[in-house]
């Protein structure tokens, strides 16, 4: 006969195994399996709070976002100072369209866990989303420094220890730009003939950057060296349209809608934006497409006259965008004089896309812009990828290229559409210079229908 100990160390060796099992199922994608495994295991131990956890996230991966908010209230009733499963709470009730609720669970997670990335980056948009935009550039400084502050965690370390030549040789060209303008030249003219001797040694390729190079760029690279406060106008970001009611019925009279329109922003919006892009070194992204480098809102583009703009875009067209807050919002840079972005779909409902580099910068005039099939995919085409579907996009937009969007590059420009539209460059060829790079900024309202059920 077993002892009380024996049976003890039997039950939890069984319980140890059922959740193995159910980790192993979920890892690798088998949701029902690892459902049930997990279920299995709560039947020896109902009150462990780390599997009821997991159990609401199998169900939330299912799109079955009650059933995970309970499982997580009842993990965190079990463990009331549980981060994960306030954050995965916050996750499913911001899921389920409760936005205030999931604020405050956001917060209450970002309360227990202060470094919590994540929870700040979701209170940034969800808070936009309610109109507050102090509060949400509270949220993104917040992100931004995790990402690069003082307070950095490892969230974005590969572009703090790894560099492009064409990465190093654009802050080198900024360094320059910065050394002109502001009194303290001598310091950012010496780390620019730092940042161009490293460049030396490098290629276009991602390279890990070596002990001797990250000392000669110093603890500053690839961080926020120089910020130039972009502050709201009280005057307002965005030009009244009186000719709104036109763009509405372009929008509209196609298959799917996309639409462009000159001076998005007043005079005085588009010089201080200009100037917070070609300032604040802030363009940290070099990795995601080739010959270009990037920023986002998390990493270090929010500004109040970012969140201004994108907040009055949204108040400018009610019937486009009333119902679908911002969910990303990024600028590219092109660093070579023919940098394209080559052609593929945007993760929302409605994307905004304009360019604020100076038109004579463009030395092909009537292109250089963007190219817009208004032709949408069919309801049950996927995107599994951009390298999976090249071919299959390319001869969709060649078979419908008479209902192409051609809207030609011109600083202030702005190209809306429907973000499920397929799009691409059109032929860009700049100056070269510093302040001649291709800038375009873009913003993404809502979701696809598709991530909504």
């Known amino acids: 006969m077993k002892t009380i100990t024996e049976r003890n160390d039997h039950a939890r ?5 059922r959740v193995a099992e159910a980790f192993a199922h979920h890892t690798a994608g088998r949701l029902a399996e690892a459902e049930a495994a997990y279920r299995s ?8 709070a780390g599997v009821t956890h997991n159990l609401g996230v199998v169900a939330a991966a299912q799109s079955r976002h009650a059933d995970a908010l309970a499982c997580f ?13 306030h954050y995965s709470r916050a996750v499913a009730l911001a899921s389920l369209g409760r936005r205030r609720d999931a604020i405050a669970a956001f917060t209450r997670a970002s309360a227990l866990e202060p470094g919590h990335y994540e929870s700040h980056r979701a209170l940034g948009f969800l808070w936009l989303a309610e109109g507050d935009r102090d509060r949400a550039l509270d949220h993104f400084s917040r992100t931004y420094e995790l990402r690069r502050g003082e307070d950095r965690s490892e969230i974005a370390i590969k572009s703090l220890t790894q560099a492009t030549r064409s990465k190093l040789q654009h802050d080198a060209e900024q360094l320059h730009y910065l050394s002109r303008r502001l009194r303290d030249g001598a ?32 603890e500053s690279y690839n961080s926020a060296i120089h910020l130039w406060d972009a502050a709201a106008l009280p005057q307002g970001a965005v030009s009244p349209r009186s000719d709104r009611a036109v763009l ?17 922003l007043t005079p005085q919006a588009l010089a201080n934006l200009r100037r917070h892009l070609l300032e604040s070194t802030i363009w940290h992204d070099f990795s995601h497409i080739g010959g270009f480098v990037a920023s986002y809102l998390e990493d270090g583009l929010a500004c109040p006259l970012v969140l201004q703009i994108a907040d009055e875009i949204r108040q400018a067209f009610p019937e486009l965008l009333g119902a679908h807050p911002l969910t990303q919002a990024w600028a590219f840079k092109g660093l070579q004089a023919r940098a394209a972005v080559d052609v593929h779909a945007d993760d929302a409902a409605v994307t905004v896309n304009f360019w604020v580099t100076p038109t004579e910068a463009n030395l092909a005039p009537g292109r250089g812009g963007l190219t817009v099939c208004r032709i949408p995919p069919h ?10 579907d090249h071919d299959r996009i390319v001869a969709f937009l060649e078979q419908n290229a008479h209902q192409a969007l051609i ?5 202030n420009r702005a190209v809306l559409f429907e973000s499920r539209l397929f799009h691409h460059s059109d032929l860009p060829q700049f100056a070269q210079g510093y302040e001649n790079h291709r800038i375009n900024m873009t913003f993404l309202y809502g979701r696809h229908e598709a991530d909504k059920r």
């Not at 060796?13 to 195994?17: L, V």
């Not at 009842?74 to 499963?85: F, H, K, L, M, V």
């Not at 003939?193 to 990250?214: G, M, P, S, W």
Request: proline share 4%; with cysteine; charged share 30%.
């Open 13 to 17: 060796h069984d319980f140890d195994q």
């Open 41 to 48: 295991a709560l039947a020896l131990t109902p009150d462990h």
């Open 73 to 85: 209230d009842t993990a965190i009733a079990s463990e009331p100072g549980y981060a994960a499963a």
């Open 187 to 218: 310091r950012f003219e010496m780390m620019a003939r730092n940042y161009e001797a490293v460049a030396k040694d490098l290629d276009e390729d991602v390279v890990c950057l070596t002990d001797r190079q990250r000392q000669v760029l110093g």
């Open 248 to 264: 509405l019925g372009e929008f509209r009279e196609a298959p799917a809608g996309a639409v462009y329109f000159d001076d998005l």
């Open 379 to 388: 309801a049950g085409w996927e995107i599994h990828g951009y390298d999976e």
């Open 407 to 411: 809207a030609p590059y011109r600083e």
